[in-house]
T-cell receptor
Framework: AQSVTQLDSQVPVFEEAPVELRCNYSSSVSVYLFWYVQYPNQGLQLLLKYLSGSTLVKGINGFEAEFNKSQTSFHLRKPSVHISDTAEYFCAVSYGGATNKLIFGTGTLLAVQP | DGGITQSPKYLFRKEGQNVTLSCEQNLNHDAMYWYRQDPGQGLRLIYYSQIVNDFQKGDIAEGYSVSREKKESFPLTVTSAQKNPTAFYLC?????????????FGPGTRLTVL
């Protein structure tokens, strides 16, 4: 079955430290990968996406992610986090087909501490 | 400003009552979606629509109904048949149903059944 795994439900980190949020997906011939951020009681905002081409994708707010096909991963990174980055982060995968169905991970709460 | 609006932001309902959540977009997108979000879980697809007067069930359609009479509007009705309706509901839209079409989300409606 197609699935997305975010193993870390919560990641505590100090301000200005680097962070990596992990995302793994079940293997498929073609995948399209997305990271969304959700602030409390708000909708989801697109951070970045991988559709094709360069495996290193840069997004908004200084975030980047690397598509690794052999490890079926799409980890999100930021070299230096701010308090304002505290939010829930969701990895999502589209496996193609006729419905543009997104399969979401369970989310990772990034908790930035001063 | 182009975007997706959802109303109301908070909604309270008594058991046994139907309730309708509004979703409007002015992005000129053809495809629209409804998701449900529960604590500690990813988003789950309820219904989606590719064009006016056409919609399809997602993974958890039981107890919900939708209509798509206008391109810009995709209301969701939570019926009394939905056993556990308390959740955060998110509407999204995309240009089309291609796997590469990014989904953009509204701010959400939090439904609480009393």
């Amino acid at each position: 079955a197609q699935s997305v795994t975010q193993l870390d439900s919560q990641v505590p980190v100090f301000e200005e430290a680097p962070v990596e949020l992990r995302c793994n997906y079940s293997s498929s011939v073609s995948v399209y990968l997305f990271w969304y951020v959700q602030y409390p009681n708000q909708g989801l905002q697109l951070l970045l996406k991988y559709l094709s081409g360069s495996t290193l994708v840069k997004g908004i707010n200084g975030f980047e992610a690397e598509f690794n096909k052999s490890q079926t991963s799409f980890h999100l990174r930021k070299p230096s986090v701010h308090i304002s980055d505290t939010a829930e982060y969701f990895c999502a995968v589209s496996y193609g087909g006729a419905t543009n169905k997104l399969i979401f991970g369970t989310g990772t709460l990034l908790a930035v501490q001063p | 400003d182009g975007g997706i609006t959802q109303s109301p932001k908070y909604l309270f309902r008594k058991e046994g009552q139907n309730v309708t959540l509004s979703c409007e977009q002015n992005l000129n997108h053809d495809a629209m979606y409804w998701y449900r979000q529960d604590p500690g879980q990813g988003l789950r697809l309820i219904y989606y629509s590719q064009i006016v007067n056409d919609f399809q069930k997602g993974d958890i359609a039981e107890g919900y109904s939708v209509s798509r009479e206008k391109k810009e509007s995709f209301p969701l009705t939570v019926t009394s048949a939905q056993k556990n309706p308390t959740a955060f509901y998110l509407c999204a839209s995309s240009i089309g149903l291609a796997a590469t079409d990014t989904q953009y989300f509204g701010p959400g409606t939090r439904l609480t059944v009393l």
